[in-house]
């Protein structure tokens, strides 16, 4: 159980252009779903908060005109990165919790190359 | 104070030996502690995880040892696998659905 999807796993797009990333929790509803990126040898660093239904929390220094996130349902929260820039590649990854619980569980990440 | 410090960044282990990662931790508000294990080009997966209330935790060849008082947590992986080759991450949690604060990571690699 706890199985949290992504799609896609990888895409590469042109400069300029937008790229969305969905995240899914397939077996059980995500009262609440986060949004990382990590780049290489560095630890996650958590963009923002979703809960369904409300806007997203961005955390300090993250564009929250740039990453857009809408948690349409308790399964499926989107994370869109607008007019991307080769500093915008990196491993994306999103984890979701179940509510009233500490665990997050984790998706697989999503690898966005801009060129 | 919201920062959770992770020691060493990488470690090499021969197999069959005994992997210990060490984590340090400020905000006495923290109460949940987990430590995920990430490979190359995935997403972390959850390992183990303990309370403040419990000094040791084990499941299979993964202990926790927790000093509050200290405010620190390490991870003991036991008779270390060439498999268990991986970057791991502790964490700490301050109440339920909130966010995870994560350590800088350790690369393991555990040498045949």
């Known amino acids: 159980g706890a199985v949290v999807s992504q799609h896609p796993s990888w895409v590469i797009c042109k400069s300029g252009t937008s790229v969305k990333i969905e995240c899914r929790s397939l077996?059980?509803?995500?009262?609440?779903m986060f949004w990382y990126r990590q780049f290489p040898k560095q630890s996650l660093m958590l963009m923002a908060t979703?809960?369904?239904?409300?806007?997203?929390?961005?955390e300090q220094g993250v564009e929250k005109d740039k990453f857009l996130i809408n948690h349409a349902s308790l399964t499926l929260s989107t994370l869109t990165v607008t007019s991307a820039h080769p500093e915008d590649s990196s491993f994306y990854i999103c984890?979701?919790?179940?509510?009233?619980?500490?665990?997050?569980?984790f998706g697989p990440g999503t690898r966005l190359t801009v060129t | 104070q919201q920062q959770v410090k992770q020691s060493p960044q990488s470690l090499i282990v021969q197999k069959g030996g005994i992997s210990i990662i060490n984590c340090a931790y400020e905000?006495?508000?923290?109460?949940?502690f987990p430590w995920y294990q990430q490979f190359p080009g995935k997403g972390p997966a959850l390992l183990i995880a303990?309370?403040?209330?419990?000094s040791e935790k084990k499941e299979g060849r993964f202990t926790i040892s927790f000093n509050k008082s200290a405010k620190q947590f390490s991870l003991h992986i036991m008779d270390s696998q060439p498999g268990d080759s991986a970057t791991y991450f502790c964490?700490?949690?301050?109440?339920?659905?909130?966010?995870?604060?994560f350590g800088q990571g350790t690369e393991l690699s555990v040498k045949p």
């Open positions: 077996d059980f509803q995500a009262t609440t």
């Open positions: 984890s979701a919790e179940t509510g009233g619980s500490y665990e997050q569980y």
């Open positions: 303990i309370r403040p209330d419990v």
């Open positions: 964490a700490a949690v301050y109440n339920q659905g909130g966010k995870l604060i």
């Open positions: 979703s809960n369904e239904g409300s806007k997203a929390t961005y």
């Open positions: 905000n006495t508000a923290f109460d949940y």
